[in-house]
């Protein structure tokens, strides 16, 4: 091997004839800064959307999810009255009155004026416990599955400890405690100890995925532990989460219901909860010209939680590796391939 002279420094000449090296593995390889945003735009957006626009619980819980905030962007842009006492005539039934759509208290209330400026809150808690549950069950079940050892020791130990404080007295305990009025802060209260549990399941199934084959591949390449967590293991662990995610959003809301109609938790503002509690005490239970102020806000609560069950499953396909590929139409070429494969396996 021998190099010519006049030659390009990025040359080299063999005997045989001339390879260019540098220059070809370099064009091959180079990706521009619009190629790389292109392919993030379409691996985070358009192959989620195409895989969650595909099926039907998708669109629908979509639809009922998205009605909410508009409901919270209502109220939090004032374009529908304050809930007062006395700004409407008492007991007025469903749509007898197009002023009033959805009906008055025994005080005179727009019930639509309490279920729109409810919804705020109610959207912050739910998001605000889920993320708070499930953030912390991915951290602590993850690294403990993967980690193993005495750090994974102490963490299930601290996990299973968590677990046996009786959740119910513990959120009336900090309830009373901290008297919380933010929406957010009510939110982690209501699932404290929420994680724990999950963060259980969780361990379980790292243990299982870091015995995988292209996760020891990693380990043997020397990734480091957290691009190897953020890569191989939680994408696997991204279906289980988020159906987990909905069930900490629907006991959210039906914990914080629940405790602001028993009067727990502290409120000074209008909740769906509250407008129940005001309900059953102004003898809507017993009442037909006053079942709307019970029916009303019960629709909400659970609009909201069929809203939030189907967009997890949804979601379920969206982040399953496999079914999000198939749907994306990037497994078409692999499947004819296969199917040729298979026809020739069947012919020899």
Do not use: C
């Not at 309490?114 to 809150?121: A, N, R």
């Not at 509250?274 to 006053?290: E, H, I, Q, R």
């Amino acid at each position: 091997m021998k190099r010519t002279e006049g030659s390009e420094p990025s040359t080299l000449v063999t005997d045989g004839g001339s390879v260019d090296w540098r220059g070809s593995s370099s064009s091959s390889v180079t990706v521009t800064r619009e190629e790389r945003l292109r392919e993030m735009y379409e691996e985070n957006f358009v192959k989620p959307m195409i895989v969650a626009w595909s099926d039907s619980r998708t669109r629908l819980g979509l639809l009922i999810i998205g009605f909410y905030f508009l409901i919270a962007l209502v109220a939090i842009l004032g374009l529908w009255r304050e809930p007062s006492t006395s700004q409407a005539p008492r007991y007025l039934m469903l749509f007898e009155n197009m002023t009033y759509p959805l009906g008055t208290t025994a005080s005179g209330t727009d019930l639509a004026a309490l279920i729109i400026h409810s919804t705020p809150d109610i959207l912050l808690m739910v998001a605000s416990g889920g993320l708070w549950a499930t953030g912390i069950a991915v951290l602590v079940g993850t690294v403990a599955g993967y980690k193993g050892g005495t750090v994974g020791r102490v963490l299930m130990s601290i996990s299973d400890f968590v677990m046996a404080i009786p959740g119910l007295p513990l959120v009336m305990i900090l309830a009373i405690t901290f008297n919380p009025k933010n929406p957010i802060l009510l939110g982690i209260i209501i699932n404290i100890n929420y994680w724990a549990g999950l963060g259980r399941s969780i361990h379980s199934q790292v243990l299982t995925i870091r015995e995988n084959n292209y996760v020891e591949a990693s380990r043997t390449m020397g990734v480091s532990t957290p691009r190897i967590i953020l890569k191989d293991v939680i994408p696997n662990l991204m279906p289980y989460v988020t159906v987990n995610f909905v069930f900490a959003a629907r006991y959210v809301v039906f914990a914080s219901i629940g405790l602001f109609f028993l009067g727990v938790l502290p409120y000074s503002d209008q909740n769906w909860g509250v407008t129940l509690n005001f309900a059953y005490s102004g003898g809507a239970l017993f009442s037909w010209s006053a079942a709307h102020w019970l029916l009303v806000p019960m629709v909400a609560i659970i609009g909201l939680s069929i809203g939030l069950i189907l967009l997890g499953q949804g979601m379920d396909r969206v982040f399953n590796p496999r079914v999000r590929t198939r749907l994306a139409g990037e497994s078409e070429s692999t499947a004819v391939t296969d199917e040729k494969d298979t026809g020739m396996t069947e012919v020899l």
